[in-house]
């Protein structure tokens, strides 16, 4: 069993660096501009050795006790067989599926398996020499690994006083290098990313590896239909869509979402973005939002630019403001889009939009960017460019359990946009302080006690905000920057209720140049602010977000995944849906933070269905995409004459509800 484990991983090793080789130099022309050969091998031996350490892990651990013994022996040499044929066909596959689908095989591998006959046909008909080629070379190589892994020899008996012992060291040895890394979190494909050629990323991969992650991932695609319940297609798209004002003919069937977004704004040029995330900051902590006095900074701020008092997070996780704030997605059931297998390329977000206007995109993070997939999701979305930690120019002057300080990420941030000069840019930062163990550098504020709280992490965080803005405002980048700062959820989302509304209400707080003063009292959900922060820039578009432009008008409405539960805040009247359950709804009064019953109002509740349902919709079908560039470049630039005809023609269809606000 020793010598097999150790025939076993050799030849693979050596399978999966050809296989690697042979892929970079094939795809020389893409792999040369992204960083050259390197990172690809150095990350595909990491994953490799990973991925083989869970592999050989039963028969490495097992071999001290039955390595003598002839059956144990037969069983191993099979098991390996049986991975050795499934890499070989992975690999040999891969060439053609690059060609194909522009990407290592993934989830499309398996979805194939289910239509036999029409795969089969397909490749009969269209790929005889392919065929016959991938036929002969796994045939080869599987003979010659069944004659390579015998299943005859057994290995030495081994001391009954070495075994336990081996055992450990063998358990110990195989955890380490199974996890992959000595940090937070086990190796993923996010940590070998490292390109924002999403096709390239893949490249350190092996592709059994690739299947078996999506296998995994297709775990997490829960459907909202299975969920709360059906309804007809065309009701959904007909009630999400007028909910969004999209009354009138669609530009594209296809994409029921897709429309134009006129900008308010008009500057001379469209200004740069900078999305700035707080983690965990929910309005319970922030004094002008009624919460606890310890945002100072904060609240010093939101009389300087466009306080939007009443924002809900769509959901209680990181990923989930992440998706809302920077794809404009709606919530679902399933995992946030940046960790499930068919959004990882080709999804729309703000970042791919702004690069079709020469944008530049990055993000900011003082941890490790691969942590919940992010690092992957922006790379294969339009990002330019991942800056973590490990990645920051300027030195962290601390470094807790979750990565850089706030205030590290924010001399990083300030670096970067010093840097940036007349080039257009977005930048998406996400601070990592706020967080348990509550982690913050000494000097900084008053603390109270005990000193690892979550009220001095605010405190902390507070502190960061406001020095950063008091250096911005000294800037060059102030004047053509628009700032959004706003949280990704709130800490600890709990209550008695079926959706707790009180612990989803978060700052979100425009400013920066030509952004209105105000304090706007509507009730906003994440999803509003990047078509309201588009306007704000000066881009006018085609996108398929749903959420509101709140510079022309305001829905008054937030969406909240909760669990399992789904809410729809319209007003005061909040309907939940509940898995296998009829709805609920409920009279939420703000000012008490209370939730009573009333009966339920059947038009509110198809309308909370139809945005439960829609996503989900979205999502499956590939429907949430960048438009074609020929759409996309029919948009007139800010400031420039509507009078002109536009390459394709874009019915504009504004609700009579909605005035637009002079800026």
Known sequence: MRRLSWRFFVATMVLLTLSRLGLSVWLWSRVQPAGGLWPILFGGWRIDLSFLAMICAFPILLSPWLGHLAWPTRITAWWYRLWWLLFVLLEVSTPQFILEYDTRPNRLYIEYLNNPHEVSAMLWHGYKGVLFFGLLVLGVLGWWGFRWLRTQPVDARMKLVWRPVVTAVAFAVLFLVGRGTLEHRPLNASMVAFSDDSMVNTLPLNSLYNVANAIRGMSNERSAAAVYGKMPEAEM????????????????????SMHRQQASAKPAKPLNLVIIMEESLGAQFIGTLGGQQLSPQFDALAKQGWLLARTYATGTRSVRGLEAVNTGFLPTPAEAVLKLPRSQRGFFTIAGLLGEFGYHSRFIYGGEAHFD?????????????????????????????????????????????????????????????????????????????????????????????????????????????????????????????????????????????????????????????????????????????????????????????????????????????QPHQGAKQFHYDVGAETLTPVPLDPTLDKLALAHALWPSWAYFNQRYVLPPPAMQHAVPAAGASVAKPAVVPIKVNTPDCCVTRQL
């Open 373 to 577: 997939n992010m690092k992957s999701f922006f790379l294969g979305n339009g990002f330019d460019e991942v800056i973590d930690q490990p990645k920051f120019e300027v030195k962290p002057t601390f470094v807790g359990s979750w990565g850089a300080s706030d205030e590290d990420m924010f001399n990083e941030l300030h670096h970067r946009l010093m840097q940036d000069g007349d080039k257009p840019s977005f930048t998406l930062a996400f601070s990592v302080s706020n967080h348990t163990p509550w982690e913050y550098p000494a000097g900084r504020i008053k603390p109270t006690e005990p000193a690892a709280s979550v009220q001095n992490t605010v405190r902390y965080a507070d502190w960061a905000i406001g020095q950063f803005f008091e250096r911005a405002k000294k800037s060059p980048y102030w004047d053509h920057t628009v700032f959004l700062i706003v949280a990704d959820h709130d800490a600890r989302v709990f209550g008695a209720s079926l959706v707790p509304v009180r612990h989803f209400h978060i700052p979100a707080l425009i400013l920066g140049a030509g952004v209105p003063v105000q304090r706007d009292e509507h009730i906003v959900s994440q999803i509003d602010l990047a078509p309201t922060l588009l306007s704000l820039i000066g881009i006018s578009s085609v996108h398929p977000m749903l959420g509101a432009d709140l510079t022309r008008r305001y829905p008054d409405r937030a969406i909240m995944q909760y669990g399992d539960n789904y809410g729809y805040l319209k007003y005061d009247q909040l309907v939940v849906l």
């Open 237 to 256: 798209q007909h009630i999400v869509r007028e909910a969004a004002g999209l009354n009138g003919p669609m530009l594209d069937p296809k994409y029921p």
